[in-house]
């Protein structure tokens, strides 16, 4: 994005994000780090939403221009433009093509934070299935040992074999062991049905629906399992 700008506007371009931290996230050749006093004016842009920079508002601190990126949910990023003449990027004339690039920046921008959350909830799919197989495991692997051990003890105490008391105290650890157990092997991990929250995006699993700042977002079956 920031080298399409750089390349129609013919000036130096740089993309920035965060809350609280404000953080370049790209930028043209040559542009490898902002001032703090860049920061502090793209700031001001992810904040308010509104351009802010040289020859708009704070145009003493810095040299560069921040435009909002704005999607549904807000502010997304702020992309600064900046002339190494000091002359305005954009002229007026040609404010109203920015805005549409800013728009398509802003459907780019959206559609990378779906897919990122994708990814995010196949991680959580993964430990969850991993989770179900340990639990499975515990109880088809160790409840038949306590099981037998139970039964041992059993057979001692009616035996009227080994020491009366030590018995009874075994046996009520393994009475508790096997209770625990039980409880482990029969959570249901499909209770936890909440839609996975990335930001403004709200993925449901069990329902198969994505939502962005409310709003449902269509998605293909391939898009939704990605």
């Known amino acids: 994005a920031a080298g399409e700008l750089a390349r129609i506007f013919d000036c130096h371009a740089c993309?920035?994000?965060?809350?609280?931290?404000?953080?370049m996230i790209a930028g043209t050749a040559g542009v490898d780090r902002l001032t703090a006093a860049d920061l502090v004016v793209a700031a001001q842009t992810l904040e308010h939403g509104k351009a802010a920079g040289r020859h708009v508002s704070g145009g003493s601190l810095t040299d560069w221009r921040f435009h909002p990126v704005c999607g549904v949910a807000g502010t997304l990023a702020a992309v600064?433009?900046?002339?190494?003449?000091?002359m305005q990027p954009v002229d007026p004339e040609r404010l109203s093509l920015l805005e549409n690039l800013l728009d398509q920046v802003a459907l780019a921008l959206a559609r990378a934070r779906l897919e990122s959350a994708g990814r995010e909830n196949v991680v959580l799919r993964e430990r969850d299935a991993l989770r179900s197989a340990l639990l499975g495991s515990i109880g088809s692997d160790v409840r038949p040992h306590l099981n037998s051990i139970a039964a041992g003890l059993r057979t001692l105490q009616r035996a009227g074999g080994g020491d009366a008391e030590v018995l009874h105290e075994v046996a009520g650890?393994?009475?508790?062991?096997?209770?625990?157990?039980?409880?482990?092997?029969?959570?249901?991990?499909?209770?936890n049905q909440d839609p996975v929250i990335v930001g403004a995006v709200?993925?449901?699993?069990?329902?198969?629906?994505?939502?962005?700042?409310?709003?449902?977002?269509?998605?293909?079956?391939?898009?939704?399992?990605?």
């Open 15 to 23: 993309v920035v994000c965060g809350v609280g931290e404000v953080r």
């Open 80 to 86: 600064g433009l900046a002339r190494s003449d000091g």
């Open 173 to 191: 650890e393994t009475a508790k062991l096997t209770g625990f157990i039980d409880n482990l092997a029969d959570l249901d991990l499909a209770q």
């Open 202 to 226: 709200a993925i449901d699993l069990y329902r198969r629906t994505v939502t962005l700042g409310g709003e449902p977002v269509k998605l293909t079956p391939k898009e939704f399992a990605v």
